[in-house]
Every structure is written in structure tokens, then in C-alpha cells.
């Protein structure tokens, strides 16, 4: 799964919680309007249809649906901020950052945090940025900093592995030197040469001494020349050894024989 489609997993998994626990501010409004709606505006008939006082049924009439105030923030005034979620918050500061003041003193989701900072990062001091340092959360750093490397002093790149590191460096190569590479698999290096060429050139550079495992079953597909200097042909892992076959199937014979002999058999 790529990381932001695992970015929108999460998002659509958040705002089912956030609807199915949180709205019942947003719920109610609806139903009375729509029971009001029925009676034909009949605010005294609405009200003992839904059990409730008449000023009752008069103050939710008169709030405005989010969608309204999202269009015109002028109308805060008529809105029922109760019935915010979390969802809500984040697409309202997305596009008004302006209404930061009534975001309540509570703990913010972390990925939504993210999309709000792409949009605003000037909201920063607002929200506790340390929350993103945990591993669990590696694609939270790593979509914000390709659109916002700016808060990269704020990041404990220790946290940024694999697939996220992958995709970060992608967007913004400047970090090759704080990633922990030794994380890539040979397909996450074998995808970021392929958008940034120098970042090969910068590791062939380095001593071989410290070239990650996963580096060198990379380098072997692309640099044949290499294969006297590597020792470890047996720790290749058995998802990275058909690539050998399609990129050096010379090699892929002299160290797979019995997988060569099985393929040719199966022909």
C-alpha cells in the first residue's frame, strides 16, 4: 500500500468514529428541521412531535449546516459549534485558519494535524508536533515534510523507515543524510534512483563498509561488477531474488542454480 493511500485509510477509518460518536449535536439539528419541515414550519407541533420546547426547536432552526459555514465564516455566529468533530476541525482550519481560536484544549488527531499544516503551516505553535514521533505514525512525517520540509527540525528522523523514508526522499532528497537507510528494502532504493539519479551516485561514493545489506541487492542488478566483492548471497531475501533473474540472469544462475534448473524444468 502506498503511503498516501494508507494516509486515506486512516482518514476514512477516523471520520466514521468521528460521525458514529460525535455528532449528536449535528443529528439532532437535522432531525428537528426536518420534523419542523413536516409540520410546514409549525414550530409549536414540531415541538411536541419531538418532545421538546418550542425555544428549543427555535435555536436549532435558526443554526446554519456546517457546509454553510464552511462557505461563509461570517456566519459563526449561527453555528452550533457542539457539533464540531474532529473531522470537521480539520477541514474548517484548512481552509479558515481564522476560527484556530475555538478549536478546544483537547489532544488533535495526528494526521489530521498533517493536512492542516500542508494547508497552514502557520498554525504550527497550536499543536504539539512531537506527537508525530512515533513509529506507528512514520507516514505522518513523511507526507508533511515533502510538502513542508520546513518543520524538519521539529522530526525525529529515526521514526521516517522504509516506505515512508522511500517516498519522503522522493519528494525532497536534502534528508538522504538523516533517514536511517539501513530501513529500505532493494525495491524502495530501486524506486527512489528512479526519481532521483544522483541520490545512486552519492551512495556508490560511500565506502563499501557502509552500504546497507538491502543497498547491495540493489547495486548488484545495476552494477554487475560488483558481485566479486559480495558475500552474502544467502541472506537475500526470497521476494528480491526473481529480480536478479530479470536484471542479471547470468548471476541469477551462478548463485540460484537449483531455482534455474526448477525454472527451466516447469518450461
Not at 461563509?72 to 468533530?85: A, V
Not at 532493494?186 to 539519479?197: D, G, N
Amino acid at each position: 500500500m502506498k503511503p498516501h493511500e494508507e494516509m486515506e485509510r486512516h482518514k476514512k477509518l477516523r471520520s466514521i468514529e468521528a460521525n458514529r460518536t460525535d455528532n449528536i449535536y449535528e443529528l439532532t439539528r437535522m432531525r428537528i428541521v426536518r420534523v419542523v419541515r413536516e409540520y410546514e414550519g409549525d414550530v409549536e407541533w414540531a415541538a411536541e412531535k419531538l418532545g421538546c420546547s418550542r425555544s428549543t426547536v427555535r435555536r436549532y432552526m435558526n443554526f446554519v449546516p456546517f457546509e454553510h459555514l464552511m462557505r461563509d465564516p461570517s456566519l459563526e455566529s449561527r453555528f452550533d459549534w457542539r457539533s464540531m468533530t474532529d473531522i470537521k476541525w480539520e477541514k474548517l482550519l484548512r481552509k479558515h485558519p481564522c476560527f484556530i481560536s475555538r478549536l478546544p484544549k483537547k489532544r488533535f488527531p495526528c494526521l489530521g494535524i498533517v493536512d492542516i499544516l500542508i494547508a497552514q503551516p502557520q498554525l504550527a505553535p497550536h499543536f504539539d508536533l512531537s506527537e508525530l514521533n512515533r513509529l506507528e505514525l512514520e507516514f505522518a512525517w513523511s507526507k508533511l515534510l515533502s510538502r513542508r520540509p520546513e518543520f524538519a527540525d521539529q522530526c525525529d528522523f529515526s521514526v521516517v523507515t522504509a516506505r515512508a523514508a522511500a517516498y519522503l526522499l522522493e519528494a525532497q532528497p536534502q534528508f538522504f543524510d538523516r533517514i536511517p537507510l539501513e530501513t529500505l528494502w532493494a525495491y524502495h532504493w530501486t524506486e527512489l534512483f528512479e526519481r532521483q539519479p544522483q541520490l545512486e551516485q552519492k551512495m556508490l561514493e560511500k565506502p563499501h563498509s557502509e552500504w546497507p545489506f538491502n543497498f547491495w541487492v540493489h547495486a548488484l542488478q545495476f552494477h554487475p561488477e560488483l558481485e566479486s566483492e559480495f558475500d552474502g548471497w544467502d541472506k537475500i531475501e526470497d521476494q528480491d531474488i526473481p529480480d536478479f533473474k530479470r536484471t542479471q540472469p547470468e548471476m541469477y544462475a551462478r548463485h540460484w542454480p537449483e531455482r534455474k534448473a526448477r525454472d527451466e524444468g516447469a518450461e
